[in-house]
């Protein structure tokens, strides 16, 4: 298990407000040169209306961690996407927004790799007895190849403490990567407080 703590993040503008990139694809690829398998990173949307970078080599999921986004892509329909709902979306499509919101992104190389995402909320607990499997959390994720990712975002709340091989403390906005589900499924979360996390799996094809 790798944490990458909020000390380790660069935070940059972009268009429309902020990025904070967590975790990218080779280790050392630049978001700039395109060149990455895949990227996780997390956004602050200042401006009412943005129009989203185009990435024709992937495809994309986001949802919000605070507030609740309209989303068009092309000649689409807009539609509201809330907190923990999950938007796939190509890449090379025109996408535009409107909303003031935190959002979480994962980018994915076509042809390459694909992903998912989704988003749990756990209740506090007041002792390791009530530790929360985090293959309880998601079932099928202790059958992931070695060669699979993942990762485990705090949305939002205080803390996390994961337990297993090791043992680290994940604060909010701060996340933990796991190589494969044989190394996922031997560990527990024991959260200060109610909290959201964010679970994401990414497979090689």
């Known amino acids: 298990m790798k944490v990458i703590h909020l000390d380790d993040l660069h935070t940059a503008r972009w268009s429309g407000g902020t990025t904070t990139q967590l975790a990218i694809d080779p280790a050392g690829s630049l978001y700039a040169d395109r060149g990455f398998r895949w990227r ?3 956004a602050v949307v200042e401006e009412e209306e943005s129009i989203f970078t185009p990435l024709p080599d992937y ?3 986001l949802t919000t961690r605070r507030g609740n986004l309209l989303l068009k892509h092309g000649a689409g329909e807009w539609y509201e996407l809330t907190p923990g709902q999950i938007a796939s979306f190509d890449g090379a499509v025109t996408t535009v927004s409107q909303g003031q919101v935190t959002d979480f992104n994962l980018m994915l190389r076509k042809g390459v790799v694909t992903g998912e995402m989704i988003m749990k909320r756990i209740s506090g607990c007041t002792s390791e007895s009530r ?13 992931a190849p070695s060669d699979s990712v993942l990762g485990l975002f705090l949305s939002d709340g205080n803390s996390v403490t994961l337990r297993g091989a090791d043992m680290a403390l994940l604060h909010m906005g701060e996340i933990s990567l796991f190589d494969g589900g044989s190394e996922f499924a031997g560990y527990w979360a024991l959260p200060s407080a109610s909290c959201h996390i964010i679970g994401v799996r990414i497979d090689h094809i």
Request: glycine share 0%; net charge negative; charged share 15%.
């Open 40 to 42: 996780l990173s997390t």
């Open 59 to 61: 495809n994309r999921l």
């Open 131 to 143: 530790a929360v499997a985090l293959t309880d959390l998601f079932p099928s994720w202790n059958e």
